[in-house]
């Protein structure tokens, strides 16, 4: 993770330097000294660019002068609609644009959130070079420090505790995804949440036997095919009062997924090691709330398997009791995750009580057809935690849809031999169709699920954020528990 330590306005006097600049402003004093210093270097270079602050925009000058290697300008657009999600945005575009730097700095001159600067860069700077054997003339191209010059050095200070608990997260999230999927079995996704126990979180690990005597039939249908065994892990985080019910988070964690008997197409394949992000977010959320001492009671729970071809793995048409007692015709064993939900979610509200549930997971293909890679699908049986979470979207750049759900969409599950089936009747409304599956394991617990099927990687970087893991949901469910469900 980016080392990030805190400085005053002062103009560097070597190494690499990005000033946020914004849009119809008087220049900051730092921008008239540094331009000053370059005898003007910067406000030509500008001028020539034609950069004026707009948000997003970048310019960059080589060797400008004054001893530096090279100066950033980040347009973060009108200072009075300067806030959290705007600093985060143009500190990753300033980590970015100074990736191959030594020595690097970000001023934030003038403007508020030097620790949501600080943040965004941290995220901007994240590589997973864990397996890549790197020449020794290489090994400094990557920012590994970062000062971020500011006018209130300990307000940034103190406000950055909690934003870089949430950064660990994301880079937790980011970094389990990554992983391929012969090295993040089952059980080695739960001895590494077991780690998060020196945060302060309360781990419990289940086994296949711990399951079988719970009934999950649905989870453990779904692992049969696969010698890497299953796992359920169960986070808590004991924050709030003692007597208070906790939030749940409930993750799928289908650490590879071949799609079973009904196989998936060999290309794109290799993508299905990423089949676990929900598992992901939920353990980087926890990470981050357990980091940041959070006043809130919260449970993560996350179901960890593979789903693979063998002479044991599931048959379409098998019919599985899941440990609400209902039983599920499987049709397509590539309707996996569902099944792996199914039993945490209903563990999840008979164990917990919870108040509310919100689970993640790359469920479908289907909500990718919908809302591309901008939007997660949301669907919630609750108008007001549909609302608050979407909310909570929109302030962090986390973006939400909300889709509909209904009885003509539960319909479309009904089987002719078990209570329902796993799939609906055919591509129509498959996010849907899904989603009112898992609708019939909660009861009347206002519970959201959200489809992150399209959100979770980025199979193209774009500004500000590099090709790979997200991490997306992990400052989404942060900040709806702490303006919603946190002490004042």
């Given amino acids: 993770m980016l080392h990030v330590t805190f400085a005053p306005e002062n103009l560097p006097q070597n190494g690499s330097l990005a000033l946020l600049v914004a849009e119809g402003q008087d220049h900051s004093s730092l921008y008239k000294t540094l331009d000053d210093a370059t005898g003007g270097a910067i406000s030509r270079a500008a001028k020539a660019d034609g950069f004026s602050g707009k948000e997003g925009r970048v310019t960059t000058i080589l060797a400008p002068g004054a001893g530096l290697d090279r100066v950033v300008l980040v ?135 711990a399951m079988e005597k719970l009934g999950f039939g649905a989870l453990l249908g779904v692992a049969q095919g696969s010698e890497n065994e299953p796992r359920t892990v169960v986070m808590r985080w004991n924050g709030g009062a003692k007597d208070e019910a906790p939030i749940a988070f409930i993750g799928k964690g289908v650490t590879f997924d071949c799609g079973g008997i009904s196989i998936k197409p060999a290309a794109g394949m290799e993508e299905m090691k990423g089949d676990m992000a929900g598992a992901a977010t939920v353990t980087g959320l926890m990470a981050a709330l357990a980091g940041r001492k959070a006043q809130v009671n919260a449970v993560g729970i996350v179901g960890l398997v593979e789903n693979m071809v063998s002479g044991n793995a599931q048959r379409p048409g098998d019919v599985v009791r899941s440990a609400s007692g209902q039983t599920i015709e499987v049709l397509n064993t590539d309707a996996e995750g569902r099944l792996v939900l199914a039993d945490i979610l209903w563990y999840a509200r008979e164990r917990f009580a919870p108040k509310l549930m919100v689970d993640l997971a790359t469920l479908t293909g289907a909500i990718v057809v919908s809302l591309g890679h901008e939007y997660a699908g949301l669907f919630s049986n609750n108008d007001a935690l549909a609302a608050d979470l979407t909310q909570a979207g929109e302030a962090t750049g986390d973006l939400l849809w909300r889709m509909p759900m209904g009885k003509a969409y539960d319909a479309l599950i009904k089987s002719d031999i078990a209570d329902m089936k796993n799939i609906g009747g055919g591509r129509a409304g498959g996010s849907i169709t899904a989603a009112q599956f898992l609708k019939r394991f909660v009861g009347e617990t206002p519970w959201a699920h959200l489809d992150i099927a399209g959100t979770s990687w980025l199979a193209k970087g774009k500004h500000g954020q590099a090709q790979g893991a997200t991490g997306f949901g992990v400052r989404l469910l942060n900040a709806f528990v702490q303006t919603r469900h946190e002490k004042a």
Avoid: M
């Fill in 75 to 209: 347009g973060v657009g009108a200072k009075d609609a300067f806030g959290a999600k705007e600093a985060e945005n143009a500190g990753s575009l300033a980590a970015s644009a100074l990736l191959k730097a030594e020595k690097a700095a970000v001023a934030v001159a003038g403007l508020p959130h030097a620790a949501h600067v600080a943040l965004g860069a941290t995220l901007g700077a994240y590589h997973f070079g864990l397996y890549q054997s790197v020449p020794e003339d290489d090994k400094n191209r990557v920012l590994a420090k970062l000062d971020v010059l500011t006018s209130d050095v300990a307000q940034a200070e103190a406000a950055w505790s909690a934003q870089a608990a949430i950064a660990r997260g994301v880079i937790l999230t980011r970094d389990l995804v990554t992983e391929p999927a012969n090295v993040l079995t089952p059980i080695e996704f739960a001895e590494r949440i077991t780690t998060l126990r020196n945060l302060g979180l309360d781990v419990e690990v289940l086994d296949r036997t």
